[in-house]
């Protein structure tokens, strides 16, 4: 082996410089010769650096241009509990819940409620025979089990309803005919008895909350609620 391959074995740095002893043997004097020279061993180059420009480093996604999902789940809507349906039995005039008329579809226009007794207010008259009605539930404060008031269905619901008076409409005042007196009973309901135009006024002015009962698609009674 060369005193190069040695060099290039040991691993020498890129620019070294060495100074070999060459010895000339004389073969028939024995006389010894010494001759010095320089040599200069390159080490290999070591590997290149990859560039930045490179294919593969060009096509890899950035992370920060990476586009960021969108939520797709929706927040929870809140829905009203669907109460007791409308049925022939009175309802409980201070239920703190909606009646309910499953199977009615509320997308096609205002139409009557089942029949049966409804615990509602009737809002407007559409037009001198067809009243607009909704159903209410009362809400308790504190003091009491008649302390509190009565609610409609929330905004935008569509829960509503309209319906004819029937020309033999009974409706039973909380306040008198006159609306100044207190003709109630022990459930806090109407008693006496008024005319079918004064039932009109009332209910066009839209302040009139009582059990409502619907047969055939007719209003027949009108039972007012004492709410003042």
């Given at each position: ?122 809002v407007t008259m559409q037009d001198e025979n067809v009243a607009e009605y ?95």
């Amino acid at each position: 082996m060369t005193t190069f391959d040695l060099f290039r074995r040991a691993g020498v740095p890129a620019v070294a410089v060495a100074l070999l002893s060459l010895t000339a043997c004389s073969g028939s004097s024995g006389a010894t010769a010494t001759a010095t020279a320089t040599v200069t061993v390159t080490a290999p180059a070591s590997p290149a650096e990859p560039s930045g420009n490179t294919p593969e480093a060009s096509q890899a996604p950035s992370t920060s241009d990476a586009p960021v999902p969108a939520a797709t789940t929706p927040a929870p809507r809140k829905t009203e509990k669907a109460g007791p349906p409308i049925t022939a039995a009175t309802p409980d005039v201070f239920g703190e819940t909606f009646q309910s008329d499953p199977g009615h579809d509320f997308t096609k226009g205002l139409s009557p409620s089942r029949d049966g007794v409804l615990r509602g207010q009737l809002v407007t008259m559409q037009d001198e025979n067809v009243a607009e009605y909704r159903p209410i539930r009362f809400v308790p404060e504190v003091g009491g089990s008649t302390n509190g008031h009565f609610e409609g269905p929330p905004e935008g619901d569509v829960m509503a309803f309209a319906a004819p008076l029937a020309k033999s409409v009974v409706f039973l005042s909380a306040v008198g005919c006159k609306g100044d007196d207190q003709t109630i009973n022990s459930r806090y309901v109407g008693t006496q008895r008024c005319p079918r135009d004064k039932l009109i006024l009332r209910a066009d002015a839209g302040d009139l909350r009582a059990l409502i009962t619907v047969q055939r698609g007719q209003i027949v009674k009108v039972v007012e609620i004492y709410a003042p």
